[in-house]
């Protein structure tokens, strides 16, 4: 069973950055989409960054574009979003899943790709 363990939230000022980390287990990250979402109070669940395991492809939605870097460390089963300047309406609980590979908009077509979730983190971006 593929499980995935989410970590590194936590509280930072507007204009700060804040590093993400999602180890998936279970199996390789060469065998899904690994797309980072997140879910704002009162807000429907958005995907903000995906990566195809196997090559390292990557695809960003607009809000998050150009600040918003999704990576992965196969080695390590591991796949990080680093979050630069930061913004209060970034504040949201943040999740990662996996899901195959179904095409190449990784961020798009979620409910067709079978996901596993992780836990979410909290991410709290001070004015």
């Known amino acids: 069973e593929v499980q995935l363990q989410a970590s590194g939230g936590g509280l930072v000022q507007t204009g700060g950055s804040l590093r993400l980390s999602c180890v998936v287990s279970?199996?390789?990250?060469?065998?899904?989409?690994i797309g980072w979402f997140r879910q704002a109070p009162g807000k429907e669940r958005e995907a903000v960054s995906c990566?195809?395991?196997?090559?390292?492809?990557?695809d960003y939605p607009g809000s998050v574009k150009g600040r918003f870097t999704i990576s992965s460390d196969k080695n390590k089963s591991t796949v990080y979003l680093q979050m630069n300047s930061l913004k209060p309406e970034d504040t949201a609980v943040y999740y990662c899943?996996?899901?195959?590979?179904?095409?190449?908009?990784?961020?798009?077509?979620?409910?067709?790709?079978?996901?596993?979730w992780g836990q979410g983190t909290l991410v709290t971006v001070s004015s």
């Open positions: 990566i195809k395991g196997g090559d390292g492809s990557t």
């Open positions: 899943a996996a899901g195959i590979d179904l095409t190449a908009f990784y961020c798009a077509d979620w409910e067709f790709r079978r996901p596993y």
């Open positions: 279970g199996s390789t990250l060469d065998d899904y989409v």
